[in-house]
């Protein structure tokens, strides 16, 4: 679930962040974006195609760590096409993919609205980025062919989600659950002595405790 959020308010944090004169198309995507995907899939360019590419534990020292959290790896393909030259396709989304970098670093999705009360609403908790993103050039003859230039801006994103119980166990709020008056402890070794000549056995007896919870 954290997971799933983290992806959807990076998609509205990208595309907030940008006019539609700047980045045309800003959308999720299913995962590793490749030329043979250029053929397939529609889009207008400029355009920035966001996945998660799956989690790991989170590093020591990092902003959120403890039980459910996780260390989402994202990645945003940047794909431009400027009928102009191969350079100036280049150009483009090289700065496109820098300026999604200084973004993405600049991002406080606890602090900053409408994201921080999307993200509380669902129990989740969502972190800025430790380091910063890292890009990649992925030109190669087929994406030229395909009269595109293709950068991927790659990051790691911490996220903590509530697991909730299953139906057998449903979730009481704690101000709904009973009060407990007092606990009681009875101690079920019988009492009384031994006589004098009873030989010294060396074992300890077993004596054992009765436990009894009073609810009002």
């Known amino acids: 679930m954290s ?10 944090y990208v595309r907030a962040s940008f006019t539609k004169a700047q980045v045309k198309d800003v959308r999720a ?19 920035i195609l966001i996945s998660l590419l799956g989690w790991k534990k989170p590093d020591e020292g990092g902003r959120l760590t403890g039980r459910h959290a996780k260390n989402h790896r994202m990645v945003a393909f940047v794909v431009t096409k400027n009928a102009k030259s191969r350079e100036a396709r280049m150009t483009e989304a090289m700065r496109l993919a820098e300026d999604l970098s200084v973004l993405l670093r600049q991002w406080a999705p606890m602090a900053q609205q409408p994201y921080a009360s999307a993200i509380q609403a669902q129990g989740v908790t969502i972190v800025g980025l430790d380091d910063e993103p ?46 407990m008056r007092h606990v009681e402890i009875y101690d079920t070794a019988r009492g009384g002595q031994a006589p004098g000549d009873t030989p010294d056995t060396s074992i300890v007896p077993d004596v054992q405790e009765k436990i009894d919870f009073e609810k009002p």
């Open 3 to 12: 997971g799933v959020l983290l992806l959807e308010q990076a998609v509205a």
């Open 29 to 47: 995507y299913a995962g590793e974006f490749s030329t043979a995907e250029m053929k397939n899939v529609s889009y207008n360019c400029p355009a």
């Open 134 to 179: 890292t890009c990649e050039n992925l030109y190669n003859r087929a994406v030229d062919e395909q009269g595109q230039a293709l950068w991927m801006v790659d990051w790691y994103q911490c996220a903590k989600g509530v697991i909730p119980l299953n139906q057998e166990r449903p979730d009481v709020p704690y101000a709904d659950r009973p009060n």
